[in-house]
Antibody, heavy 123, light 112 residues
Framework: QVQLEQSGAEVKKPGASVKVSCKASGYTFSNYGIYWVRQAPGQGLEWMGWISPYYGSTNYAQKFQGRITLTTDTSTNTAYMELRSLRSDDTAVYYC????????????????WGQGTLVTVSS | QSVLTQPPSVSGAPGQRVTISCTGSSSNIGTGYDVHWYQQLPGTAPKLLIYANNNRPSGVPDRFSASKSGTSASLAITGLQAGDEANYYCQSYDTSLSGHVAFGGGTKLTVL
C-alpha cells in the first residue's frame, strides 16, 4: 500500500531553516508528483508547492517563492521541503501528499498523505 | 482568507443527511476546474474523500457524494455516523495570484 513517512518534529529559532523529508513506499516514486501542504494550529490547509520526481520540475505558491525549495532523491524515494528564514507564523504541521499524475495540472488532487511533521518556530 | 468559502460548521443527528457547500468564483470553480474533497479526523492527516467533482476513491463509502454547479460545489453525507465527525475541506485551482492550488477554509461536522 502507498505510504509516505515523514521526518520527526522540529523546533527552530526565527531566521533559521528547516528541511522536512518524506519517504515514499508501496509505489513507483518517479511516476507520481508530490505536493507539500501546511496547517497552522487550529487553521485550515495551505498549499506550498509541488514537484515531479521524474522531471524535477517544481511549482511554488507565490507566498513562498524565494523561501522554499522542493527536491527529491529518486535513489531513496524521498522528497524534501526546505523552508528558510523561518518566522513564528511558520509554526505548523507540514504534510507531503502524492499527486496521482507525474505532470503538473490544475485538475490534479492529493490522493495519499504523510502523517505530518510539526515544525515549531520559537525564540 | 480563502478563495473557496465553506461554512465553518454544520451538524446533524445520526442517520440524517448533511451537506457542506464550497463557494468559489469565476477564477476557480466557475472556470471549470475540478473540485476535490478531503476528510480530516481529529489529530490525523487529511484523507481524500472525493476527487474530480464526484468520484469516490476505493474504500470510501457511497454515503459520501458530491456535485458541482456553476461557481459552487457541495458534499453530501447520508446516514450520518459518529465516526463522520471531522473537518472537511474542498480543494480546487485558482487563476488569481499567478495560479495556485486553493483549499476551502474547512467545515467542522458535528454529529449530535
Amino acid at each position: 500500500q502507498v505510504q509516505l513517512e515523514q521526518s520527526g518534529a522540529e523546533v527552530k529559532k526565527p531566521g533559521a531553516s528547516v528541511k522536512v523529508s518524506c519517504k515514499a513506499s508501496g509505489y513507483t516514486f518517479s511516476n507520481y508528483g508530490i505536493y507539500w501542504v501546511r496547517q497552522a494550529p487550529g487553521q485550515g490547509l495551505e498549499w506550498m508547492g509541488w514537484i515531479s520526481p521524474y522531471y524535477g520540475s517544481t511549482n511554488y505558491a507565490q507566498k513562498f517563492q524565494g523561501r522554499i525549495t522542493l527536491t527529491t532523491d529518486t535513489s531513496t524515494n524521498t522528497a524534501y521541503m526546505e523552508l528558510r528564514s523561518l518566522r513564528s507564523d511558520d509554526t505548523a504541521v507540514y504534510y507531503c501528499a502524492r499527486d496521482p499524475k507525474d505532470f503538473w495540472s490544475p485538475y490534479n488532487w492529493l490522493d495519499s498523505w504523510g502523517q505530518g511533521t510539526l515544525v515549531t518556530v520559537s525564540s | 482568507q480563502s478563495v473557496l468559502t465553506q461554512p465553518p460548521s454544520v451538524s446533524g443527528a445520526p442517520g440524517q443527511r448533511v451537506t457542506i457547500s464550497c463557494t468559489g468564483s469565476s477564477s476557480n470553480i466557475g472556470t471549470g476546474y475540478d473540485v476535490h474533497w478531503y476528510q480530516q479526523l481529529p489529530g490525523t492527516a487529511p484523507k481524500l474523500l472525493i476527487y474530480a467533482n464526484n468520484n469516490r476513491p476505493s474504500g470510501v463509502p457511497d454515503r459520501f457524494s458530491a456535485s458541482k454547479s456553476g461557481t459552487s460545489a457541495s458534499l453530501a453525507i447520508t446516514g450520518l455516523q459518529a465516526g463522520d465527525e471531522a473537518n472537511y475541506y474542498c480543494q480546487s485551482y485558482d487563476t488569481s495570484l499567478s495560479g495556485h492550488v486553493a483549499f476551502g477554509g474547512g467545515t467542522k461536522l458535528t454529529v449530535l
